[in-house]
């Protein structure tokens, strides 16, 4: 089973700032298995990056996804008030399993 | 605009069975393309996927959960349902039900969640 860890756990960081968060695989993952979500309290996550870099409907150009292999990253360009929230990795396996990363909570600075 | 919607109770009883229905409607299960799956989250905690099912009746399960789930899938009430047997107070969480595109895995549909809560 392919483990995901994310970092930093928790991120602090101020409306208008870049927000770089970092997902690592314990084996390669193809790109195109790759996803990132957003949770907000009391919600349903929502999918943000689909590929390791495409954007989902409706989801603003100020997230970007990139990577490959081990290495993904999800980066905010200019924070939003809205933005702070919980958000996970998510990786799709060979043997057709799902693996979540535990998250990195973005929070107001 | 694809909707999903769960159902069951809010209660179960050690060592019972939660049985969970997902209702899908502005999409047809049956169409094909899609994982329809079930993830749930413990409290205060992350996303565990518990598996999933393709419109055919093939299943995934999470391997740390395969001896005790069973999904099913009703096609013709455009629902799937989620059984998970011999529940412990480690089964307490709130329980998702998604649309997974198939063959990328990735989830763009989710239902509000439901709280299952395990107590006697």
């Known amino acids: 089973e392919i483990v995901l860890t994310q970092s930093p756990g928790t991120l602090s960081l101020s409306p208008g700032e870049r927000a770089t968060l970092s997902c690592r695989a314990s084996?390669?993952?193809?790109?195109?298995?790759l996803a990132w979500y957003q949770q907000k309290p009391g919600q349903a996550p929502r999918l943000l990056i689909y590929?390791?870099?495409s954007r989902a409907t409706g989801i603003p150009d100020r997230f970007s996804g990139s990577g490959s292999g081990t290495d993904f990253t999800l980066t905010i360009s200019r924070l939003e008030p809205e933005d702070f929230a919980v958000y996970y990795c998510?990786?799709?396996?060979?043997?057709?399993?799902?693996?979540f990363g535990q998250g990195t909570r973005l929070e107001i600075k | 605009q694809v909707q999903l919607q769960e159902s069951g109770p809010g209660l179960v009883k050690p060592s019972q069975t939660l049985s969970l229905t997902c209702t899908v409607s502005?999409?047809?299960?049956?169409?094909?393309?899609?994982?329809w799956s079930w993830i749930r989250q413990h409290p205060g905690k992350g996303l565990e996927w518990i598996g999933y099912?393709?419109?055919?009746?093939?299943?995934y399960y999470n391997p740390s959960l395969k001896s005790r789930v069973t999904i099913s899938v009703d096609t013709s009430k455009n629902q799937f349902s989620l059984k998970l047997s011999s529940v412990t107070a480690a089964d307490t969480a709130v329980y998702y039900c998604?649309?997974?595109?198939?063959?990328?895995?990735?989830?763009?549909?989710w239902g509000q969640g439901t709280l299952v809560t395990v107590s006697s």
């Open positions: 084996q390669s993952v193809s790109s195109s298995y």
């Open positions: 998604a649309r997974a595109k198939a063959a990328a895995g990735y989830s763009d549909y």
């Open positions: 502005g999409g047809s299960i049956s169409s094909g393309g899609y994982y």
């Open positions: 590929g390791a870099s």
């Open positions: 998510q990786q799709y396996g060979s043997s057709r399993g799902i693996t």
């Open positions: 099912i393709y419109y055919s009746g093939s299943t």
